[in-house]
């Protein structure tokens, strides 16, 4: 089955969304941002030599509300036709977890790590996170370090920390999250 891409212009630079199949069994293989380093055009091009460009009427869908994601809109997104096999049963009860935190949320990797029952697992956390197939729809954006510095994200740490400050994340003057002014929403034992 041929894999279609459709890319779009953002904020951030160009993004693609990568998908197979028609209206009913379609499924969204991949997201790719833009960095700063390599344009979403370029991931997709060595991640699926020889993809088509094209799009589906779900696909229009989707790519409306990521535009309006990145507009800083509130933005709910589905999990319906995402390509699960994708991902290893860790990876995916990541993102699992990851999606369950909500606009205006954070979560540190180690707590993550904590919900799936692994108490010393963040590093294997961030890298499951790290390897996250559809940043935006699971929004792995939230996810930070214990010490409040961002960690990592596909689309570079400056969108990463745009997406956060849109969804009214504070920032101390040295880059790091204000866990002060997020307390509600971490346990005690992550800061």
């Not at 933005?75 to 860790?90: K, N, Q, T």
């Not at 939230?142 to 510095?149: C, E, F, N, P």
Request: proline fraction near 6%; charged fraction near 20%.
């Amino acid at each position: 089955m041929p894999v279609f891409s459709m890319i779009r212009p953002s904020p951030f630079g160009e993004y693609a969304v990568l998908w197979s199949g028609g209206e009913r069994g379609l499924l969204i293989h991949r997201i790719f941002l833009s960095d700063g380093k390599n344009t979403a055009s370029a991931r997709t091009n060595n991640a699926f030599p020889g993809i088509i460009a094209g799009t589906e009427p779900i696909i229009e869908e989707l790519a409306g509300k990521i535009d309006d994601f990145f507009r800083g809109e509130n933005v709910a997104f589905e999990l319906e036709h995402l390509d699960w096999g994708r991902c290893s049963g860790f990876q995916e009860r990541t993102l699992l977890v990851e999606k369950g935190v909500r606009r205006g949320d954070i979560i540190t990797y180690s707590r993550i790590a904590s919900r799936l029952g692994l108490p010393n697992g963040a590093r294997a956390v961030g890298n499951a996170l790290a390897g996250n197939p559809f940043p935006i729809i699971i929004p792995c954006h939230r996810a930070v370090r214990s010490d409040g510095s961002l960690g990592g994200f596909q689309g570079g740490l400056f969108m990463k920390r745009v997406l956060l400050e849109h969804e009214g994340i504070p920032f101390y003057r040295t880059g790091k999250v204000d866990f002060q002014q997020v307390v509600k929403n971490l346990p005690q034992t992550d800061t």
